[in-house]
């Protein structure tokens, strides 16, 4: 095994979704919820049963790495902590999901933070592997695509047979999905404004990665990449309410995903990306393919779903909710899509996702 050979990768620009705290090394707060796990790192309980399943996978995410309230020996001590404490096969550490989220943060911390644990790049090793053998693509959609890029990370982090493999797939395979998973007007196909922004926060990850390592990547990759971006850019500044922030229509909240804001920032920085001139003038918001419609100005705007339940062979994150609309005046939101809850099954999660709501 041999790592690692990434360079100039820097570190997502974007807000972690947590809430991290100074009160403790190790208490973790995500959904309104703080839990201290233990007070020596070698002993973490990392699947506290009173917690939600939602909040358990936030634990093995390891967003709470691009934080600085932690100290990169912290966060080493978390990373071997886990490893010691997470063998394989357990859940959730061990769900395809959940892995690839988690390996792309530890190696981006990684880079940043250069250590001689052979011990914890192992694992990170292991962990690819698996997750090549147990990808989603029963799933599809936003999971298979984390699968991929985590691919992609590590096939640029490691170096071999193994990891030209990974790179070689994911880069093929990424743009086949981007492809599939974007539609005609620049909008993700599940139709959800919050997995719109997740979405396009990945392909400015993967164009990050590409760009400072252009030695592994040919050109028309990175150059679809940067398209893909674009597309979605546009889309996102076209149906955001003049206060930046997202309609909630479908499986949407706030503070899960990176604003318009950051991932305008993001692209600027990246590749020049200038947010379209709207003019002072209303205007009209037409995504006929994602099914969004309204009208828009500095202070008001109207918008309505009127898209499909979609992709049909993964609608997870659409509702029924066909003709719902969410309306500002003067800058406050008079009407406001219930959005999505929680994930866990029960009462709230069916009526959010009810046409009622």
């Known amino acids: 095994m041999e790592y690692?050979?990434?360079?100039?990768?820097?570190?997502?620009?974007?807000?972690?979704?947590?809430?991290?705290?100074?009160?403790?090394?190790?208490?973790?707060?995500?959904?309104?919820?703080?839990?201290?796990?233990?007070?020596?790192?070698?002993?973490?309980?990392w699947n506290p049963e009173f917690t939600s399943r939602l909040w358990r996978y936030n634990l093995h995410y390891f967003d709470y790495l691009r934080g600085e309230s932690r100290s990169a020996?912290?966060?080493?001590?978390?990373?071997?902590?886990?490893?010691?404490?997470?063998?394989?096969?357990?859940?959730?550490?061990?769900?395809?999901?959940?892995?690839?989220?988690?390996?792309?943060?530890?190696?981006?911390?990684?880079?940043?933070?250069?250590?001689?644990?052979?011990?914890?790049?192992?694992?990170?090793?292991?962990?690819v592997l698996w997750l090549e053998k147990n990808d989603e693509k029963h799933i599809l959609a936003n999971h298979y695509f984390e699968n991929l890029k985590a691919l992609l990370f590590a096939g640029c982090f490691f170096k071999g047979?193994?990891?030209?493999?990974?790179?070689?797939?994911?880069?093929?395979?990424?743009?086949?999905?981007i492809k599939?998973?974007?539609?005609?007007?620049?909008?993700?196909?599940?139709?959800?404004?919050?997995?719109?922004?997740?979405?396009?926060?990945?392909?400015?990850?993967?164009?990050?990665?590409?760009?400072?390592n252009k030695a592994l990547f040919d050109a028309k990759f990175l150059q679809a990449i940067e398209v893909v971006?674009?597309?979605?850019?546009?889309?996102?500044?076209?149906?955001?309410?003049?206060?930046?922030?997202?309609?909630?229509?479908n499986d949407s909240a706030f503070g899960i995903a990176p604003t318009a804001e950051k991932l305008n920032d993001y692209a600027s920085r990246l590749f020049g990306y200038e947010v379209p001139q709207k003019g002072e003038k209303a205007t009209i918001v037409e995504k006929h393919d994602s099914g969004l419609?309204?009208?828009?100005?500095?202070?008001?705007m109207l918008v309505m779903d009127c898209g499909e339940i979609g992709p049909g062979y993964q609608p997870g994150h659409t509702h029924c909710d066909f003709l719902s609309y969410e309306l500002m005046l003067d800058g406050k939101r008079l009407v406001v899509d219930s959005g999505v809850y929680e994930y866990e099954v029960g009462d709230m999660r069916h009526y959010a996702r009810s046409t009622k709501a």
């Open 4 to 45: 690692p050979r990434c360079r100039g990768l820097t570190l997502r620009c974007l807000p972690i979704k947590i809430n991290e705290t100074n009160a403790h090394l190790y208490e973790f707060g995500f959904l309104n919820k703080k839990v201290e796990l233990g007070v020596n790192a070698g002993s973490l309980n």
């Open 73 to 127: 020996k912290v966060k080493q001590q978390l990373i071997e902590s886990w490893v010691k404490n997470n063998p394989q096969g357990s859940v959730p550490g061990w769900e395809p999901f959940t892995v690839s989220l988690r390996v792309v943060n530890w190696i981006s911390f990684f880079i940043t933070n250069p250590i001689d644990d052979v011990f914890c790049k192992e694992s990170l090793y292991c962990q």
């Open 161 to 177: 047979k193994i990891a030209e493999r990974w790179l070689q797939r994911a880069s093929r395979e990424i743009l086949e999905q």
């Open 180 to 212: 599939e998973q974007t539609l005609d007007d620049g909008g993700h196909y599940e139709r959800s404004p919050q997995y719109h922004c997740l979405m396009l926060e990945n392909y400015l990850d993967i164009y990050n990665l590409a760009s400072s």
């Open 229 to 249: 971006c674009v597309k979605a850019l546009d889309w996102l500044n076209d149906i955001i309410f003049p206060d930046g922030d997202i309609p909630l229509l």
């Open 293 to 300: 419609y309204g009208i828009k100005t500095a202070t008001d």
